[in-house]
């Protein structure tokens, strides 16, 4: 058994904040035993392979995932140059330097991350990108979403700017995942109609990947209604929903904020449907990122009054940490309460 197979079944049968728990615990203990071949194992099942780890906190991932980076760059300061070991650990370098991008986007997710602690994350990420020439359109749209995820529209705009103004890169995503980014971005600005012009060649299959169209749909879907087109809108949930339930195993950080949007389109009964069935799951992966715990209040909250009291809660949470009233603002729009601010 590969000791990443042995890692993950040893955490299958745990719960989310169980998990995270014993890892810290591993990695420390790792640390002390200068076990530095744990450790690397370890590191990268927390942040994930091909998409990132959802069950894990973003900032216990980026403690893995920066000394990952750091370990990997002093191996290959110190191998000879031009030999087969600074090739390999190159390679690996810049498999990790691929994954700033997965976690640095997401950072707000964990409210026990603070703006300094953000912006020494995005210090580090712009020093190997730029002094390994990783990409600065990569770096620009990382930042882009980070900023979507603090409610920052001058930040985000001046990042999106970076983005369009540069050349795909060595960093950059696939055809799908730039779409997709290009309609999260109009999303966030309200320009709904161009969400929707944007999202064409995704809903078409044009564009698709691994993650697309599964994380454009909510976007598309919100944009459709806020346009009064609540029956395409809906059609096109409907759709979403059947899709990742699909592969709820990979996709169920997805499933929230679609069941939030239920409620938008006459499909409450949908909505306790999917609730009758994952609550469970999402309320376990909400246990470590603040996000999906608020992803997962809106979707309850059409059902249950403290659920939209928690809400409050989570939007001041992360308004007071980010500096303006974003998620507040959020609330007041979906649910038409007056009492919170």
């Known amino acids: 058994m590969k000791p990443s197979q042995f890692i993950a079944a040893q955490f299958a049968p745990l719960d989310c ?37 959802a069950t894990f906190s973003l900032g216990f991932q980026w403690h893995c995932l920066t000394w990952l980076a750091r370990h990997y760059h002093q191996q290959y300061s110190q191998t000879p140059d031009n030999s087969p070991e600074e090739d390999l650990y190159l390679e690996k370098l810049f498999d990790v330097l691929w994954k700033f991008k ?92 161009r969400v929707v012009e944007l999202a064409q060649p995704i809903l078409s299959g044009e564009m698709r990947c691994g993650e697309v169209p599964h994380i454009t749909y909510q976007w598309v879907i919100d944009s459709l209604i806020r346009l009064n087109q609540t029956e395409k809108a809906r059609e096109i949930l409907l759709q ?62 059409p059902f249950n009054d403290e659920g939209l009291r928690e809400a409050e809660q989570v939007a001041k949470q992360f308004d007071e940490r980010n500096g303006n009233s974003f998620y507040q603002d959020q609330l007041a729009l979906k649910f038409g309460t007056t009492w919170l601010h």
């Not at 890892?23 to 370890?42: G, K, P, R, S, W």
């Open 17 to 53: 904040r169980e998990r995270q728990s014993l890892a810290i615990e591993q990695f420390n203990q790792a640390m002390q035993n200068d076990d530095t071949a744990t450790a690397i194992d370890l590191s990268e099942f927390v942040v994930g392979d091909e998409q990132l780890n």
């Open 102 to 193: 997965w976690v640095i986007a997401r950072l707000p997710y964990d409210i026990n991350m603070t703006l300094a602690e953000i912006q020494q994350a995005n210090e580090l990420m712009t020093s190997f990108y730029e002094h390994f020439d990783f990409g600065a359109s990569a770096l620009a749209k990382t930042l882009m979403h980070q900023n979507l995820h603090m409610g920052d529209v001058q930040a985000a705009k001046r990042h999106f700017e970076a983005w369009q103004a540069s050349s795909n890169d060595i960093g950059s995503d696939c055809p799908a995942c730039e779409q997709d980014s290009l309609v999260a971005y109009h999303h966030f600005i309200g320009d709904y109609a």
């Open 240 to 301: 979403a929903i059947d899709l990742i339930t699909d592969e709820i195993d990979v996709h169920l950080p997805l499933l929230a904020p679609l069941i939030a949007l239920c409620s938008r389109v006459d499909e409450k009964h949908t909505a306790q449907a999917l609730l009758d069935e994952y609550n469970d799951e999402l309320l376990d992966l909400s246990h470590n990122n603040r996000l999906y715990y608020w992803y997962y209040l809106l979707a309850v909250a």
